[in-house]
């Protein structure tokens, strides 16, 4: 991985769907293993399209990159979509 251009996440979730997959996770700290993961309110949490072929095990620490053209945020108050 490139660590300039991707994050680490902490796998909370896996979701198989046939031709996608999805990881729901908990950023983790630059410097911060597996075990320093927040938890609760307050954790960043994202949810990203993974390889369907070779999903990740939850509890794994991965990196994710963030494609600008393909994010989308949603307010965690309301769920709605906020615009670009």
Same mark, same amino acid.
């Given at each position: 991985?490139?660590? @300039?251009?991707?994050?680490?996440?902490?796998?909370?979730?896996?979701? @198989?769907?046939?031709?996608?997959?999805?990881?729901?996770?908990?950023?983790?700290?630059?410097?911060?293993?597996?075990?320093?993961?927040?938890? /609760?309110? /307050?954790?960043?949490?994202?949810?990203?399209?993974?390889?369907?072929?070779?999903?990740?095990?939850? /509890?794994?620490?991965?990196?994710?990159?963030?494609?600008?053209? @393909?994010?989308?945020?949603?307010?965690?108050?309301?769920?709605?979509?906020?615009?670009?």
């Amino acid at each position: 991985h490139d660590a @300039e251009a991707a994050f680490p996440v902490s796998v909370n979730v896996v979701e @198989e769907l046939g031709s996608d997959a999805f990881v729901y996770a908990s950023l983790l700290n630059q410097d911060a293993d597996t075990s320093a993961v927040q938890s /609760g309110a /307050g954790a960043a949490q994202i949810i990203a399209r993974v390889d369907p072929r070779k999903p990740p095990r939850k /509890g794994e620490k991965v990196f994710v990159r963030i494609r600008p053209e @393909e994010q989308h945020v949603f307010s965690a108050k309301t769920g709605e979509r906020l615009p670009s």
